[in-house]
C-alpha cells in the first residue's frame, strides 16, 4: 500500500506493516484497538525504523481512531473488517515519517459521509460522527472504493515537522501494550505483522523518476502498479492487460447507471487515487452554464477547498477537441490541489454530442505518460455513454410520470355512506403504467367506479387509458346502464381512429426520446426496449385490449347500505367481506374489451349493507408470483381478506397490500391497482 506522505507528493517507503482479519461482532473494534497497540509494542521492540518516533499521543489517538472506523464499518456494513497498519518513510528530506491505518468492509454501497445527518433524513442514512472525529484528529484521511470492498484510511505524523521528538514511545504505551498481551483473553483475530522487509502494503520507491527521484513516472507503473516487493514488469503485454482490467471494471461499475450524479460519482472515485490525485466533471446543461458534478481528492480534507477553486475556474476545452485528452495547466492554489503536477481535460462525448468535461491530475508528474493518456480517454468515452444513457432514462421517466398524472384523479371523490381507500403502484419509472382506476358522480345519486388494466403500458397503455377514462364518464353520465356501458365501450375501442391514435403516440415518444438524447445505438444502453424493442413499438399490431371492472353505486337511504351494480370484462372477480369475516365473489367473468365486436355484457346487482367491504384489483395482485405459485392461488387472495373484518377501507387497503408484499421476496413485477369500498 503506498499512500501520500504530506501532501501526497514524493516517494514513500513502508519500514513495517503489519495486517488482520476480524470478524463482523461486538469484539472487533477491541480487537482493533489491541491489534494496532500490539503492532506499535512490536515495531519499537525490534527497532524498526521511524518506530521510536511514535508518542503516547500518536498512538492513543490511532487507537481512538481506529476503534471508531471498525465500529463504523460492523455496525454499518455488517461485514467482515480487515486492518492494515504501516510506518511510512518519505525519501524526501524533511518529510516525517507517517502512521497510515487503513479499515476496509465488503459493503461498497453505503457511501462513506462525513457530515452529520439531516434532522429529516431516514435512519439507514444517519451516522458519519466517527468519520468527523478523524477528520479533526488525522493529518489526512481518505476512502477508496474498489468493486467489492470499500476502504477507510488515515494518515498521522508520528514526529512534530521539525527536529524528532524526544523520548519516542512512553513507558506508559509499552507497559499497556505488554498488559494487553498478557490478558488471559480468546484473541478473534489471526494478525500478520511485518518487518522492515516485507509484509502487506510494503512498498518500493518507483524506478526510473529522473534526477532527485521527481517529475516522471513511466506509465506501467500507474496502469499496472506492481503489489508489494514483486519487481514492476516493463513489457507492452503487462500495460495492456492492466489498462483493460481497468476499463472492464469501469465498464461493469457504470452499466445500469441510470442517475447522472451517481455516474460522475462513481467516475470520481474510480479515478482517485489510481490514475489520479484529484478529478472534477462538469455536465453541459442546455439552459446555463455548466454544472459542477463531482469533485474527488484523495485527501478527502482538500474536496471543499478544491470545489471552491474549481468553480471559479472551470475549464473551456476548445470544442475542436472531441473527446481527446488535451494538457491542461496545474491550478495555482496549492492548499485545494496540493504541489504541483500533471493535469488533463477531456470532453465527455456521445454519440457525437458533447456531455460536460472531465478534468484531472496527478502530482508530481511534468506530464502524463502516453499510456495513461489513452487510458483516461478510453474511460472518458465510457463515462460519456453513461452519461448519456443515464439522460435518456431520466427523459423517459419525465414523459412517464407527466403521462400517469394526467390520467389518473387528482383526488378520489367522497361518497356519501362509503368510505373508499386505493392503492396504486405502477412497476418501473420509465413507462407509464398500465393500470388506472376512477370515482366519480354520474348524476342522479349515482356514483361509478372503475378499475381497468390496459394490456401492456408505455404510451400505448396511455392513449388507451386517456381514451377510456373520459369515454366511461360521458356514458355513465348520459344515463346508460352498467352493461350498456361497456357494450358501447367496447366498440369504440374497435375503430380504426383507436388503432391509430395509439400508434401515433408509439411514435411521437420514440421521436422525442431520439431527439433529446442522440441516435438510437446509446439508447440501447438504458433499455433494450426503449428503441426498436417491445417497449416503444413504432406502429403495427399495438394491442388495445382492457380487463375492466365498472360499477354503480346508488345509496339506499340513512342505515340502509348502498346498492351496486357491476360488470367485469376480463377482470379478476371483486370479492365482498361480511363483518363475520365470511368473503364472497360477486360478478361473472366476461370476455375482455377489444376483442370481439359484437357481444354484449351483463350486470349483476346486489346491496352492501352497514359494515360489508367490496375489493376490487387487478391481476398485479392476484397473478403475483413466488416461484411456481400465485398469490391468489387456493382462493389466497380471499383468505387474506377474510383477515380484515372490522378494519377501515385504508386499514384493508394495507392489510392486502402488506400479504401480496410478503408473499415473495420479489416485487410484482406488474402494475398494482386496488380499490376498496366499505359501507358505513
Known amino acids: ?138 493529518e489526512s484521511w481518505g476512502t477508496t472504493y474498489r468493486r467489492a470492498t470499500k476502504s477507510v484510511w488515515f494518515q498521522m505524523a508520528v514526529a512534530p515537522t521539525g527536529p524528532a521528538a524526544a523520548g519516542g514511545m512512553g513507558s506508559a504505551f509499552m507497559d499497556a501494550a505488554a498488559a494487553m498481551d498478557a490478558m488471559d483473553a480468546v484473541d478473534p483475530v489471526n494478525a500478520t505483522a511485518a518487518g522492515p522487509d516485507g509484509g502487506f502494503g510494503a512498498g518500493v520507491a518507483p524506478e526510473g523518476l529522473g534526477p532527485g527521484g521527481e517529475g516522471r513516472k513511466e506509465g506501467i507503473e500507474i496502469v499496472a502498479p506492481a503489489q508489494g516487493l514483486v519487481p514492476v514488469r516493463r513489457d507492452p503485454e503487462w500495460t495492456q492487460r492492466g489498462a483493460l482490467a481497468f476499463l472492464a471494471e469501469a465498464s461493469d461499475l457504470l452499466a445500469g447507471q441510470f442517475d447522472e450524479d451517481m455516474v460522475t460519482s462513481l467516475a470520481g472515485q474510480l479515478l482517485v487515487p489510481r490514475l489520479a490525485d484529484w478529478c472534477a466533471i462538469w455536465l453541459d446543461s442546455t439552459s446555463g452554464p455548466p454544472r459542477l458534478a463531482r469533485v474527488w481528492h484523495a485527501s478527502e480534507g482538500r474536496i471543499e477547498g478544491l470545489r471552491q477553486v474549481l468553480e471559479k475556474e472551470p475549464p473551456h476545452v476548445p470544442t475542436a477537441v472531441r473527446g481527446s485528452a488535451v494538457e491542461w495547466p496545474w491550478p495555482a492554489d496549492p492548499a485545494a490541489y496540493g504541489p504541483g503536477g500533471a493535469a488533463l481535460a477531456c470532453r465527455l462525448v456521445a454519440g457525437g454530442r458533447a456531455l460536460g468535461t472531465l478534468l484531472l491530475g496527478r502530482a508530481g508528474l511534468v506530464r502524463m505518460p502516453a499510456e495513461v493518456v489513452g487510458l483516461i480517454e478510453d474511460f472518458a468515452r465510457r463515462v460519456a455513454l453513461a452519461l448519456a444513457s443515464a439522460r435518456r432514462y431520466t427523459r423517459q421517466a419525465t414523459i412517464s410520470r407527466v403521462l400517469q398524472r394526467g390520467l389518473l384523479p ?19 419509472e420509465i413507462s407509464a403504467g398500465g393500470d388506472f382506476y376512477d370515482v ?24 388507451v387509458t386517456g381514451l377510456v377514462r373520459p369515454w366511461l364518464r360521458l356514458l355513465a353520465r348520459e344515463g346508460y346502464g352498467v352493461g350498456e356501458v361497456l357494450d358501447r365501450l367496447n366498440q369504440l375501442l374497435g375503430e380504426e381512429a383507436v388503432e391509430q391514435a395509439v400508434e401515433g403516440a408509439a411514435e411521437a415518444v420514440v421521436a422525442g426520446v431520439e431527439a433529446v438524447g442522440g441516435p438510437a445505438g446509446v439508447v440501447e444502453l438504458v433499455d433494450g426496449g426503449l428503441v426498436g424493442g417491445a417497449g416503444l413499438p413504432p406502429g403495427g399490431g399495438v394491442a388495445r385490449f382492457l380487463s375492466l371492472l365498472y360499477g354503480e353505486l346508488e345509496p339506499l337511504g340513512d342505515g340502509l347500505g348502498v346498492r351496486c351494480t357491476l360488470a367485469s370484462a376480463g377482470h379478476p372477480l371483486p370479492l365482498v367481506l361480511r363483518p363475520d369475516g365470511e368473503v364472497r365473489t360477486v360478478a361473472a367473468p366476461q370476455i375482455l374489451l377489444g376483442v370481439v365486436d359484437d357481444v354484449s355484457y351483463e350486470s349483476e346487482s346486489f346491496d352492501l349493507t352497514p359494515g360489508e367491504t367490496l375489493l376490487c384489483v387487478t391481476d398485479g395482485v392476484t397473478e403475483h408470483r413466488s416461484g411456481d405459485r400465485q398469490f391468489d392461488d387456493e382462493d389466497g387472495l380471499a383468505a387474506a381478506f377474510a383477515l380484515c373484518a372490522g378494519l377501515s377501507a385504508r386499514q384493508v387497503a394495507e392489510r392486502v397490500r402488506r400479504a401480496v ?20
Open 1 to 138: 500500500m503506498v499512500l501520500p506522505v504530506g501532501g501526497g507528493v514524493g516517494p514513500v517507503r513502508t519500514s513495517a506493516s503489519a495486517r488482520v482479519s476480524l470478524p463482523c461482532s461486538p469484539l472487533a473494534a477491541s480487537a482493533a484497538r489491541r491489534f494496532v497497540r500490539a503492532a506499535l509494542a512490536d515495531w519499537a521492540a525490534l527497532e524498526v525504523p521511524a518506530a521510536d518516533r511514535v508518542t503516547d499521543q500518536v498512538a492513543d489517538e490511532a487507537v481512538l481512531l481506529v476503534s471508531e472506523l471498525v465500529t463504523n464499518a460492523v455496525v454499518h456494513a455488517g461485514t467482515a473488517v480487515e486492518v492494515s497498519c504501516a510506518l511510512d518513510v518519505s525519501d524526501r528530506e524533511g518529510e516525517p515519517p507517517s502512521l497510515v491505518v487503513e479499515v476496509t468492509d465488503h459493503h461498497p454501497t453505503r457511501v462513506v459521509r462525513g457530515d452529520p445527518p439531516d434532522a429529516d433524513e431516514p435512519p439507514e442514512y444517519a451516522g458519519g460522527h466517527g468519520l468527523r472525529l478523524v477528520a479533526e484528529i488525522a
Open 410 to 428: 387528482s383526488v378520489i371523490p367522497r361518497i356519501p355512506g362509503v368510505e373508499s381507500a386505493v392503492v396504486y403502484e405502477p412497476t418501473g
Open 440 to 463: 366519480f358522480p354520474a348524476g342522479d345519486g349515482r356514483w361509478c367506479f372503475v378499475l381497468g388494466d390496459v394490456c401492456g403500458n408505455g404510451p400505448e397503455a396511455a392513449v
Open 661 to 680: 408484499d410478503e408473499f415473495a421476496a420479489e416485487p410484482p413485477d406488474d402494475d398494482l391497482a386496488m380499490l376498496v369500498l366499505k359501507v358505513l
